[in-house]
Nanobody
Framework: VRLVESGGGLVQPGGSHRLSCAASDISFSFYDLTWFRQVTGKERELVATMTRGGDTKYENSVKGRFTISRDVAKDTVSLEMKSLKPEDTAVYYC?????????????WGKGIQVTVSS
């Protein structure tokens, strides 16, 4: 299983940006899909998640600005980010998670930097 994030970079405050996570050798339909982010020195935090059933949940500070989506045909999960703020600057990670017996299955991408700055 391999997850590869793309689309990171430098974005101006107030701008929009899109991250994508391409997956290989994994079936979307069995997994919850999540974007996390982490700032150096801080804990990794959940940004947005989509369950297997398509329900979504967002961290409070990104509600109304970020949208998580999936394209099963292309095996990708995306994060559309709008009205970006400097505090959105972080390394963003995609994660696939599945409850499974006896050990839950979880996979991570390597992360990609998003910097919001003028």
């Amino acid at each position: 299983v391999r997850l590869v994030e793309s689309g990171g970079g430098l974005v101006q405050p107030g701008g929009s940006h899109r991250l994508s996570c391409a997956a290989s050798d994994i079936s979307f339909s069995f997994y919850d899909l999540t974007w996390f982010r982490q700032v150096t020195g801080k804990e990794r935090e959940l940004v947005a998640t989509m369950t297997r059933g398509g329900d979504t949940k967002y961290e409070n500070s990104v509600k109304g600005r970020f949208t998580i989506s999936r394209d099963v045909a292309k095996d990708t999960v995306s994060l559309e980010m709008k009205s970006l703020k400097p505090e959105d600057t972080a390394v963003y990670y995609c994660n696939f998670f599945r409850y499974f017996y006896p050990v839950n299955l979880t996979y991570w991408g390597k992360g990609i930097q998003v910097t919001v700055s003028s």
